[in-house]
C-alpha cells in the first residue's frame, strides 16, 4: 500500500532562513506526488507536484521540491522564509490506478519567526 | 474560473441531527472528492464521482453518511444521525481527469461541530 510520511510535526525558522519540510513515501511504482499548503480555516492550496517528468519540481510562492527515488523522499525547500509562509504543509501521493484519490501525511506545521 | 465553492461554512449542530453540505466544483470538472480532516491530521479520503457515478467509498464513510452528485454538477454529503465524532472539516475536491496531469483543486471546506 502507498503512503507518506512528514517528520517533523512542527518546524520553526526564523524570517530569511532556509525552508526544510521533510516527506518520504513508500510505493512499489513510480508515485504521483503533490505538496499542499494549507491556510488557518481555509482550504488546501496546491503548491507543487511531481509526475515523473523532472526530479526537481518548481512551484509556487518560491517553494521547491525534489523527488529522490534512492531515498524515497520528496522533500519540500524554499531558500529564504517569509512571514506569510507559516501555515500547515501537507505531502500527499496519489493512489495506484484509476481512482486518483490522494493519500496524505499528516502535516508540517511552519512556524516562521521574526 | 471561481474555484471549488463549499456551503455553509461552518456548522454547528446538535448530536442526532441531520445535515447536509453542498459542494460546486470547479465548472468542465468531472471528478469530484470528499476528504474528512480532523484537528492536527491530513485528510482522509471519504468518496467519489466521476460524472454523476459514485465510484468508491472509503471504509470511513458509514450508513449514516451519503453523497449524490446529480446531474454531474454539484455534489451533497449528508450525515444522518451525527455524533460528536463526526466534528471534522469536511473538504471538497475537483479535478478534470486527465491521466498523469489530474490534479485536485480544493474548496475551503465545511467545519461540522457536533455539540
Known amino acids: 500500500a502507498q503512503s507518506v510520511t512528514q517528520l517533523g510535526s512542527h518546524v520553526s525558522v526564523s524570517e530569511g532562513a532556509l525552508v526544510l519540510l521533510r516527506c518520504n513515501y513508500s510505493?512499489?511504482?513510480?508515485?504521483?506526488l503533490f505538496w499542499y499548503v494549507q491556510y488557518p480555516n481555509q482550504g488546501l492550496q496546491l503548491l507543487l507536484k511531481?509526475?515523473?517528468?523532472?526530479?526537481l519540481v518548481k512551484g509556487i510562492n518560491g517553494f521547491e521540491a525534489e523527488f529522490k527515488k534512492s531515498e524515497t523522499s520528496f522533500h519540500l525547500t524554499k531558500p529564504s522564509a517569509h512571514m506569510s509562509d507559516a501555515a500547515e504543509y501537507f505531502c500527499?501521493?496519489?493512489?495506484?490506478?484509476?481512482?486518483?484519490?490522494?493519500?496524505f501525511g499528516q502535516g508540517t506545521t511552519l512556524q516562521v519567526k521574526p | 474560473d471561481t474555484g471549488v465553492s463549499q456551503n455553509p461554512r461552518h456548522k454547528i449542530t446538535k448530536r442526532g441531527q441531520n445535515v447536509t453540505f453542498r459542494c460546486d466544483p470547479i465548472?468542465?470538472?468531472?471528478?469530484l472528492y470528499w476528504y474528512r480532516q480532523t484537528l492536527g491530521q491530513g485528510p482522509e479520503f471519504l468518496t467519489y464521482?466521476?460524472?454523476?457515478?459514485?465510484?468508491?467509498k472509503s471504509r470511513l464513510l458509514s450508513d449514516r453518511f451519503s453523497a449524490e452528485r446529480p446531474k454531474g454538477s454539484f455534489s451533497t454529503l449528508e450525515i444522518q444521525r451525527t455524533e460528536q465524532g463526526d466534528s471534522a472539516m469536511y473538504l471538497c475536491?475537483?479535478?478534470?481527469?486527465?491521466?498523469?496531469?489530474?490534479?485536485?483543486?480544493f474548496g475551503p471546506g465545511t467545519r461540522l461541530l457536533v455539540l
Open positions: 464521482f466521476q460524472n454523476e457515478a459514485q465510484l468508491e
Open positions: 465548472s468542465e470538472h468531472n471528478r
Open positions: 500527499a501521493v496519489r493512489v495506484l490506478g484509476n481512482t486518483g484519490k490522494l493519500i
Open positions: 510505493s512499489s511504482v513510480p508515485p504521483y
Open positions: 475536491a475537483s479535478s478534470l481527469l486527465a491521466g498523469q496531469a489530474e490534479t485536485q483543486y
Open positions: 511531481y509526475t515523473s517528468a523532472a526530479t
